[in-house]
DNA sequence: GTGATTCACTTGTAAAATGCAAGTGAACTG
DNA sequence: CAGTTCACTTGCATTTTACAAGTGAATCAC
């Protein structure tokens, strides 16, 4: 039996957070691009994890829906199509650093470099910048900048 | 997300974070135990968001797998169950803090109040100290503790 | 110029997860 | 001891996902 009361969601901080990432294709398709500097369509996909063509381009769709990416065709061969991470994507890498300091700590098999976790400990400003400017080179790339 | 693959993670903090609770009933689960007090099977139903018995039932047991939660009798009256969360659980807070600061900036619906996210930024690592006391206010009660 | 290939999807369909309503049994209450 | 509370479980319809196979535009190879 649910009892059902007045279903409001609004304003709340966490849900609307669900809403645009609590998902585990999202989870991995923002690593991919905060952390790995994965723009193309293809580049999600041969990530070895699986996703399926539908899926991915449901993802990426609604990320785009929801502000967290933009899509962009490659100037030099135009049917090759990347996405970039908006400032909205950008302010979700403390939440990631975050995740990833918790995981390292709870998983008994994680593969997170002792340097890194080590170095966000000491100063999680600093990983954040760092973490931004390895971005701002992905996008460099794609977009063809000299 | 309960699928039963186990194996081929390659350590990722991130897929493994995923694995433990990106889904959107398990934020919001999550939400009710760390920042909410809700502690009783019932509490989880009556929040007023929906979620169906089953699902429920289903979250709950895999947060005690995954050890986020722990299942308890209520000593007065044992048909009453309760949920308590572990350390792993209460090492979440950052990363539950960290989605508010970003959802607060991003949902123009938000209802965070204004002290509290102002009082986030200017010291974060109070408002973490704050939330576990209210955590351990919220297990004494549920457990009886004088 | 044309045929093959790359690319980013879309479509079809079976399997799985979810939502909803009802049921169950243990524990408590009057 | 009959009725109620409680925490689930079960059954079933709907929705979502996974997997495989297209599709059409753009590009490349010759």
Redesign the pocket.
């Known amino acids: 039996?649910?009892r059902k009361e007045t279903i409001n969601w609004n304003g709340c901080p966490i849900r609307y957070a669900a809403s645009v990432f609590a998902?585990r294709?999202n989870f991995v398709i923002l690593r991919d691009v905060l952390f790995k500097g994965r723009r193309?369509?293809?580049d999600f996909?041969d990530a070895g994890e699986?996703?399926?063509?539908?899926?991915l381009?449901?993802r990426?769709?609604k990320f785009e829906e929801t502000g967290i990416l933009t899509?962009h065709q490659d100037a030099?061969?135009?049917?090759?199509?990347?996405y970039l991470p908006t400032p909205k994507a950008l302010e979700l890498i403390p939440i990631f650093l975050s995740i990833i300091d918790w995981a390292e700590r709870h998983d008994e098999h994680t593969e997170v470099p002792e340097a890194f976790i080590q170095g966000y400990r000491l100063d999680a400003d600093k990983t954040i910048a760092d973490t931004e400017q390895l971005i701002a080179l992905a996008n460099a790339q794609v977009t063809n900048i000299q």
């Open positions: 039996m649910s998902d294709w193309y369509y293809g996909l699986g996703i399926s063509t539908n899926i381009a449901d990426l769709s899509r030099k061969k135009r049917s090759r199509i990347y």
